[in-house]
């Protein structure tokens, strides 16, 4: 199996991600039902890579999914989006100064599907 760097590498060759990637993506980082904080910061840098290209829309589609999974699926806190969260997906989404269409959709799905969602992260929208 390829490790994360491997499939970034291979994914961003052409600098989009198009539906057939997007299909890897899932199956690989969905193989196990959860993405963990090393496949959600990689979601983060492949979307930082590809952010405003034409990429296919099952990107967004998928990437929306994936981060909502990470931050309300865990364990620690079911549901809702604790302080680590928040901090956590302030840092990702401000980190490069500007909010894509596609961070701004993960963030109204969270507001929307969470039990909380912290000032931290209204301020971003």
Do not use: C, H
């Amino acid at each position: 199996m390829k490790t994360l760097e491997e499939l970034k590498k291979e994914l961003l060759a052409d600098g989009i991600i198009d539906a057939a990637e997007v299909k890897e993506l899932e199956d690989v980082l969905f193989a196990d039902g959860l993405i963990d904080k090393d496949e959600a910061d990689f979601l983060f840098e492949l979307n930082n890579a590809v952010s405003g290209k034409a990429n296919a829309p099952e990107w967004k589609a998928f990437f929306v999914k994936a981060i909502t999974s990470f931050v309300l699926d865990d364990d620690q806190s079911k549901g809702e989006i604790d302080d680590d969260e928040a901090k956590y997906l302030y840092e990702q989404i401000n980190g490069d100064g500007k909010i894509d269409d596609l961070e701004r959709a993960l963030l109204e799905n969270i507001r929307a599907k969470s039990m909380n969602f912290p000032a931290l992260l209204a301020e971003l929208l």
